[in-house]
């Protein structure tokens, strides 16, 4: 599926198409049983779910979840549908794209301090990285993390503007709130200020957003957390997509959409 990627920056319906082709959004590789297995246990309270965030007492009805995902994300609302192929609405995610946007431009305007971060490398983290050089070309600062973090997963690092972590000498993949708050306690130990704002993924996103530090994120259709915490405004987008297709190239189009959109292209 998919085949090159496409040059330049798309137009809306180009994106959308490019979006279904590449399986990013539309028919995604997630299947449906995985999606309700995640809410079920996300609405249980298994905060390996809650991707940095506290959810209290607030979803504990797995159908409440579905119904979130279904209007934030676009999977099928029906709950008595279980088995089988589920999908994300490729216009759900260009206007979440858009929204994005917005808050970056924003950002370029007051010259905000960002953090870039991913818990998906294989994926995500070029989407970042572009962003990122984007940012800092406008004049705004791109916050360096402190040396020397850790969590019980692995090391706290900064690769090409965007923090991950590492184990074994390998990028780790993490659902994790741990890292990011392991990055913001650090700056406050330093006495330096915190981010503006954050841009990111899974329980990065969702842990800043906790702190009250202005967050955005991408989220995969089994991530169920980030999208809950749009709907309550303590993140402030959040991007549904599958977070890790055949090839990180396939999402050179959406970000090369994204930065235009923001005006920083």
């Known amino acids: 599926m998919g085949g090159m990627p496409i040059s330049g920056t798309p137009s809306r319906a180009e994106l959308v198409a490019h979006l279904v082709r590449t399986r990013i959004a539309g028919d995604v590789a997630t299947p449906r049983e995985?999606?309700?297995?995640?809410?079920?246990?996300l609405a249980n309270?298994?905060?390996?779910?809650?991707l940095g965030l506290e959810l209290g007492d607030r979803w504990t009805d797995e159908q409440d979840v579905l119904a979130v995902m279904a209007e934030r994300c676009g999977v099928n609302d029906d709950p008595e549908y279980r088995y089988g192929q589920d999908t994300i609405d490729p216009e759900l995610t260009v206007d979440a794209l858009e929204r994005?946007?917005?808050r970056l431009r924003k950002a370029a305007a007051g010259r905000e301090r960002v953090l870039?971060?991913?818990?998906?490398?294989?994926g995500l983290l070029d989407v970042h990285r572009a962003t990122a050089a984007a940012l800092r070309a406008a004049g705004c600062g791109i916050v360096v993390i402190p040396d020397g973090l850790s969590?019980?997963?692995g090391y706290v690092m900064q690769f090409a503007d965007v923090a991950v972590l590492e184990h074994g000498a390998t990028l780790w993949h993490t659902h994790s709130g741990a890292p990011m708050r392991a990055i913001l306690k650090g700056l406050e130990a330093e006495s330096r200020p915190l981010p503006d704002l954050v841009v990111a993924d899974h329980g990065w996103a969702g842990c800043a957003g906790q702190l009250g530090v202005d967050s955005m994120g991408y989220a995969d259709?089994?991530?169920p957390a980030l999208f809950l915490a749009e709907s309550e405004g303590t993140v402030q987008v959040t991007v549904p997509l599958d977070d890790h297709v055949t090839s990180p190239r396939h999402y050179d189009p959406m970000t090369a959409f994204l930065l235009a959109e923001a005006g920083l292209s």
């Open 151 to 153: 969590t019980d997963e």
């Open 34 to 41: 995985n999606n309700l297995s995640h809410y079920r246990k």
């Open 116 to 122: 870039f971060a991913t818990g998906h490398p294989g």
């Open 45 to 50: 309270g298994d905060r390996n779910y809650w």
């Open 221 to 223: 259709c089994n991530d």
């Open 100 to 102: 994005m946007a917005g």
